[in-house]
């Protein structure tokens, strides 16, 4: 199942696989919405897949108004029954009842192969960190069992080193797939840097890749091959790079 982003897709070693459960993690403004809009507006554009948009924090206006930014008419693919925009309270979603309530028309109306859901951080709020392993846990099979391949937005504070904010409530286990989205600094430059952690089934792309936000949507580009250390927050050039700033540094020097 295809982002339709094209360096994403290659890095996911064409795609995510039908029915998974993909969890996109990164701090505010790394551009977590944009991504995960752009691959519900792509399966209707690219691979006529219909998809649902499950947000807790926003209202519709906002969202289609951030949607119109990068081109993406959201209330014409709404009346075209190719999308569903849903604002609603993270409590209904977790009880059966509730959730049949919140999306089972939905479903049963325009037939959806992709959902997101925004976010699941903001769910963890309402529920103790079992009890929320548990929740999401029905969540996500629910959503498999009738079909939809989700992502799941997370939102995870800026950190270093290996670790990530994502399994300190245990959660990275229940989903088949995780991508990390983060800010680096490289050269006093702030840069944004996207990382497949996991992907269960996939000889996916291991390597940190820069991406940026444009006016059309996320776009990946290269690898950072040239730094080491970025993820601990002290990103510096291999030992290949420095040598050959300081062979250069000598013949312009001469």
């Not at 709020?125 to 392993?133: A, C, Q, S, T, V």
């Not at 989903?175 to 996207?194: G, N, P």
């Amino acid at each position: 199942m295809q982002s339709g982003i094209l360096e994403l897709d290659k890095m996911l070693n064409g795609g995510f696989l039908q029915g998974d459960a993909v969890m996109v993690a990164g701090a505010a403004g790394t551009g977590k919405t944009t991504l995960a809009l752009q691959y519900l507006v792509n399966g209707i554009n690219l691979s006529k897949q219909n998809g649902i948009y499950i947000a807790f924090e926003q209202i519709p206006n906002q969202i289609y108004r951030d949607a119109k930014s990068f081109g993406w008419d959201l209330k014409r693919m709404e009346e075209e029954k190719h999308l569903r925009v849903i604002c609603t309270s993270p409590d209904l979603l977790i009880e059966d009842e509730g959730r049949e309530a919140v999306i089972g028309e939905a479903i049963k109306e325009i037939h959806p192969s992709r959902v997101v859901i925004d976010s699941l951080s903001h769910l963890s709020m309402y529920l103790g960190e079992k009890d929320f392993r548990k929740e999401m846990y029905r969540l996500l099979m629910s959503l498999k069992t009738q079909g939809l391949s989700s992502i799941n937005l997370w939102e995870a504070p800026q950190v270093t080193g290996e670790s990530i904010s994502i399994t300190d409530v245990g959660s990275s286990f229940l989903v088949d797939c995780v991508i990390l989205l983060r800010f680096v600094e490289i050269q006093s430059t702030m840069k944004k840097a996207i990382n497949v952690i996991k992907m269960r089934g996939s000889n996916h792309d291991k390597r940190l890749r820069e991406y940026e936000i444009t006016d059309t949507g996320l776009h990946v580009l290269s690898a950072f091959t040239n730094y080491e250390g970025i993820l601990t927050g002290s990103p510096r050039k291999t030992p290949l790079d420095r040598f050959v700033d300081v062979l250069g540094s000598v013949t312009k020097n001469r």
